[in-house]
C-alpha cells in the first residue's frame, strides 16, 4: 500500500513550500499540524485523504496520527465542505434569545440539516456552540465571521444571498465573506490583507465606554510618583 | 455609586481602534514595554504580583506569584502561551478586545517575556472568529515592523518572537494543559498536574500560560504604578475587569468597571431588564459557575465575595435571563454543550455528561420521574472531584445550582409531562415556531 498523496506536481510544490513556512513558526514542527490542516482544507474544501497523507509523509508521523487529530477538532471537515459554512449558535444564551427558532427556520429553508449542504454545494449548516458574541446574541458566522443580533427573516437573506452569489457583509468583520477555502487558508496563519476592513466595534462592545464618555467616569488619574522606578509618562 | 474605569476600553471607540498609529497616540503604547526594558526583570514580576492582578481567565490565580513559579533560567527555552481560547458560554471579552485593541495584548507579550525572559511567545486563538485572527496577525506584524518585537527589541538585545497560531475548534482546548497538547499539534487532552505548567510546559519546558486579560493587563501596571492599580476594586480583587452583559438586558455588552462592583449597578448601567420583564437567573462567570438569581444582585463581584456566595467569579460572564425562560431548558442546553466537549479522557466526565444530558433531555420533554432529580444530584456528586479536568466539574454547576434554586420547576415539568414555558416568550423576535423534521433537536450534534 502506498501512503503517497495524488495532488498533482504544482499543488504539491505549493502545498510544501507553504507548510514549510508553517513550521518555520515553531520550535517543533509537530506544531505545524493544525494549520497545516487549515491549509489542507485551504486547498481540498476539507480534510481529504490525500490531505493527511500529505501532512503524515510531510511530518513524519502516521496517517493515523494525523487523523486522530483531524477528528478531534470541529472545524475540520470529513467531507467537501459548501463554499460557506453557516453556523446558528444554539448554545444556552443564544438559543434562547432565537437561535434555536433561527436554526430551525434555516433548516427547513435549506432543506438541510446540521451538518449538510445543499444541493447546490453553497452552503454547509451548523449547528455551533458558544462562539464568544454573547452580547450579539442571536448569533450566527458565515464561514467564521460575525451576524450579530440575527431573526429567522435576516439569517434567510443573507443565505439567499450566498446562493446567488451576491457579495454578502458581516456585522463585524471583512468588507465581504470569503469562501471557506480562503479563509482557511488564513488560519492557516497566511493573512489576507483584510485586516483593516470592517471598521469600528459593534454597539454592545462600545456600551460601557459609550456611557463612560457620557458621565464623564474614567479610570483613576495616574498618582504623580505612583509608577514604580519614577518614571512618568 | 461605583462608576465605569475605562481603560483596556478606552480607545475601542477611536478610528482604526486596533492600528498601532491609534494604541500609540491614544493609549501611551509601548511605553510600558520601554520602561520595562529598564527594569530589572525580578522587579516588573514583583510589581505584578504586587498589583494583586489575578488571572482573569476563570480561576483568579495571581498572576505576578504564577510567573515567580518559574525554576531558575537554565539558559534554555522557557515559553509564555497566551489563552486566547474563549469559548467558555457566555464569556465573550477577550475577542472583542483582541477584535478592537490588538496592541494591548502584544505589548502585554512583550513586557510579559521580558519578565520572565521568554524569547518565543504564542497566543493560541480560537479558530473560529477569523476576523480577530486578522487583526491579531496584522497588529503583531506591525510591532515586529516597529522593533516591539523580533532580534533586538528596542536596540536592547532582547530578542522575542511571537507566533500567533489558530485553534480548531475545541472548548477543552482553553484548558491549560490541553491547550500546550493541541498547541505541540496533538488532540487537545489535559495533562496530569503535576508537574505544572510552569515546570513543564510547552515542549516540557517552564512556560506560563495565562489569559487575554490577564496579559492585556500588564501594560497599564507596569506604565501607570502598582498604587494606582490597586486604587481600583477591592483589597484581594484589584484592579478592572471585564464585565460582559449578556441575554435579557436592554443595552448587552461589555463594561469595564473595578472588581467588586455588583450586577444591580451594571444593570442600572445597561438600561435594566428588558422592558416589562424582571431577572429569573444569571450566572456570574460562564456557564460552569453555578448560577444565581434574583436574590444575589448586591453581591459585590469579586472573588471573595462571590466564593462565599458559593459560585465562582470565573470570567464575569453574565448571562442574564429573565421570568419567560425555562431553567430546565437552559440546563439542558449546556448539558448538550459538556457533552459535546468532553474530551472523553476520563469516567466521570464522558459518562457522566453523557448521562445527564439524556436525563434532562427526557425531562424537558415530559418523561421525567420523580427520582430523576435526585438521580442527577447523585451523578453530579459522581463527577464534581473526581473528574481528571475543571471541564467535568463544570459541567455539574448549573444542574446542581438549578436544582437547588428551582426544584419546584423541574417537578413541574415531572408532574405536568412536559414544559410550562413558551419558548417564542423568551426570544427577542416574534416568530412561529416551526417543528422542523429536519433540523432535529439539538444536542443532536
Ligand atoms: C474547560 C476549560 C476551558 C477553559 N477555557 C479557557 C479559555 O478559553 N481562556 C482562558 O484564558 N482560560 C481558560 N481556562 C482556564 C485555563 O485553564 C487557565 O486557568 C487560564 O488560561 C490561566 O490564565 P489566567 O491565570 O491568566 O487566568 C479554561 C479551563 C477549563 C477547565
Ligand atoms: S473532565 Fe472531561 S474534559 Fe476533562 S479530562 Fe475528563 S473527559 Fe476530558
Known amino acids: 500500500m502506498t501512503h503517497d498523496s495524488r495532488y498533482d506536481e504544482a499543488t504539491l510544490a505549493s502545498l510544501k513550500s507553504d507548510a514549510e513556512a508553517i513550521v518555520a513558526r515553531y520550535p517543533d514542527r509537530r506544531s505545524g499540524l493544525l494549520p497545516m490542516l487549515h491549509l489542507v482544507q485551504s486547498v481540498d474544501g476539507y480534510v481529504s485523504r490525500d490531505g493527511i497523507l500529505f501532512c503524515a509523509e510531510f511530518l513524519g508521523i502516521t496517517p493515523a496520527e494525523v487523523s486522530a487529530v483531524a477528528t478531534f477538532y470541529t472545524q475540520y471537515k470529513r467531507h467537501p465542505n459548501g463554499t460557506y459554512t453557516v453556523g446558528v449558535c444554539t448554545n444556552t444564551l443564544c438559543a434562547i434569545m432565537g437561535g434555536d427558532a433561527i436554526f430551525d427556520e434555516l433548516s427547513e429553508h435549506l432543506g438541510v440539516g446540521h451538518d449538510e449542504t445543499t444541493d447546490d454545494g453553497a452552503i454547509t449548516l451548523e449547528r455551533v456552540e458558544c462562539n464568544a458574541a454573547c452580547d450579539y446574541a442571536p448569533v450566527m458566522m458565515v464561514n467564521w465571521e460575525f451576524f450579530d443580533n440575527q431573526t429567522p427573516d435576516s439569517a434567510k437573506a443573507v443565505t439567499d444571498d450566498l446562493r ?3 457579495p454578502v457583509t458581516p456585522t463585524r468583520g471583512a468588507q465581504h465573506v470569503c469562501t471557506f477555502k480562503q479563509v482557511s487558508r488564513v488560519l492557516a496563519g497566511f493573512p489576507d490583507g483584510l485586516a483593516d476592513e470592517g471598521g469600528l466595534a459593534g454597539a454592545p462592545t462600545l456600551a460601557g465606554l459609550k456611557l463612560a464618555r457620557e458621565n464623564g467616569w474614567t479610570a483613576p488619574a495616574v498618582p504623580a510618583a505612583g509608577a514604580p522606578e519614577g518614571e512618568s509618562k | 455609586m461605583t ?14 481602534s486596533w492600528s498601532l498609529d491609534t494604541y500609540l497616540a491614544a493609549a501611551d503604547g509601548y511605553t510600558g514595554l520601554r520602561k520595562a526594558l529598564t527594569m530589572p526583570q525580578g522587579d516588573i514580576v514583583a510589581a505584578v504580583k504586587d498589583s494583586g492582578l489575578r488571572g482573569r481567565g476563570g480561576a483568579g490565580f495571581p498572576t505576578g506569584l504564577k510567573w515567580s513559579f518559574l525554576p531558575p533560567d537554565d539558559g534554555k527555552p522557557r515559553y509564555l502561551v497566551v489563552n486566547a481560547d474563549e469559548s467558555e458560554p457566555g464569556t465573550c471579552k477577550d475577542i472583542p478586545l483582541i477584535m478592537a485593541s490588538p496592541h494591548h495584548l502584544v505589548e502585554g507579550v512583550a513586557i510579559t517575556s521580558v ?24 497588529a503583531v506584524q506591525e510591532a515586529y515592523d516597529a522593533g516591539y518585537l523580533g532580534k533586538n527589541v528596542l536596540g536592547t538585545g532582547f530578542d522575542l518572537e511571537v507566533t500567533v497560531h489558530a485553534g480548531a475548534g475545541a472548548y477543552i482546548c482553553g484548558e491549560e494543559t490541553a491547550l500546550l497538547d493541541s498547541l505541540e499539534g496533538l488532540r487537545g487532552q489535559p495533562r496530569l498536574k503535576p508537574p505544572f505548567p510552569a515546570v513543564e510546559g510547552l515542549y516540557a519546558r517552564p512556560t506560563v500560560v495565562n489569559n487575554v486579560e490577564s496579559i492585556a493587563s500588564v501594560p497599564s501596571i507596569v506604565r501607570n504604578g502598582v498604587d494606582w492599580f490597586k486604587s481600583m476594586g477591592t483589597e484581594r480583587s484589584t484592579g478592572m475587569g471585564l464585565f460582559s452583559l449578556s441575554g435579557h438586558v436592554t443595552r448587552p455588552g461589555q463594561y469595564e468597571a473595578p472588581l467588586g462592583i455588583t450586577l444591580r449597578e ?13 431577572i429569573k437567573f444569571w450566572t456570574p462567570g460562564g456557564s460552569s ?23 465562582m467569579l470565573g470570567t464575569r460572564a453574565l448571562q442574564i435571563f429573565d421570568e419567560t425562560t425555562c431553567v430546565v431548558r437552559a440546563t439542558s442546553r449546556w448539558m448538550d454543550f459538556y457533552a459535546h466537549e468532553s474530551c472523553g479522557k ?60 428551582f426544584r419546584d420547576e423541574y417537578q413541574a415539568h415531572i408532574d405536568n409531562h412536559g414544559c410550562p414555558f413558551d419558548p417564542v416568550r423568551s426570544a427577542l423576535f416574534e416568530y412561529t415556531p416551526k417543528a422542523g423534521a429536519l433540523a432535529g433537536s439539538a444536542g443532536g450534534h
Not at chain 2, 518565543?120 to 496584522?138: D, M, P, S
Not at chain 2, 459557575?289 to 459560585?311: C, N, Q, R, W
Request: aromatic share 6%; net charge negative; charged share 25%.
Open chain 1, 164 to 166: 446567488a452569489g451576491k
Open chain 2, 3 to 16: 462608576t465605569l474605569t475605562p481603560v483596556l476600553t478606552d480607545t475601542w471607540d477611536k478610528e482604526r
Open chain 2, 115 to 138: 519578565a520572565i525572559n521568554c524569547h518565543h511567545a504564542f497566543i493560541y486563538v480560537r479558530g473560529e472568529v477569523v476576523h480577530v485572527y486578522r487583526r491579531l496577525l496584522q
Open chain 2, 266 to 278: 451594571l444593570l442600572d448601567m445597561a438600561g435594566g431588564m428588558r422592558e416589562g420583564h424582571q
Open chain 2, 289 to 311: 459557575t453555578p448560577m444565581f438569581s434574583d436574590k444575589h444582585l448586591d453581591i459585590p463581584l469579586d472573588y471573595e465575595s462571590v466564593g462565599a456566595a458559593k459560585s
Open chain 2, 346 to 405: 476520563c469516567t466521570p466526565c464522558r459518562e457522566g455528561t453523557y448521562w445527564l444530558k439524556q436525563v434532562l433531555r427526557r425531562i424537558e420533554d415530559g418523561g421525567g420521574v420523580d427520582a430523576d432529580i435526585d438521580l442527577m444530584v447523585d451523578l453530579c456528586d459522581n463527577i464534581l472531584g473526581r473528574a481528571f479536568c475543571a471541564l467535568g466539574d463544570g459541567a455539574t454547576s448549573p444542574v446542581t445550582s438549578s436544582i437547588e434554586l
